[in-house]
């Protein structure tokens, strides 16, 4: 198995903003604001995972 060095420039993944209140409709619209940011919070929940495996063990300078 290979391992690929970390590049410096590995910045940590950042969350997604959430949507304001007047964002959202409240018509059922599909999708809707709230399923775009929860698919994003999900997306960002993973590359955090997958970031933080490969910054496993890593010194913080």
């Given at each position: 198995?290979?391992?690929k060095?970390?590049?410096d420039d590995d910045p940590q993944p950042v969350p997604p903003e959430p949507p304001a209140p007047e964002e959202c409709?409240?018509?059922g619209c599909i999708p809707?604001?709230?399923d775009i940011?929860?698919?994003a919070l999900d997306?960002?929940?993973e590359a955090l995972k997958t970031w933080?495996?490969?910054h496993e063990g890593k010194s913080g300078g």
């Open positions: 198995m290979s391992t060095p970390i590049p409709c409240n018509s809707c604001v709230y940011y929860n698919e997306n960002y929940r933080r495996a490969r």
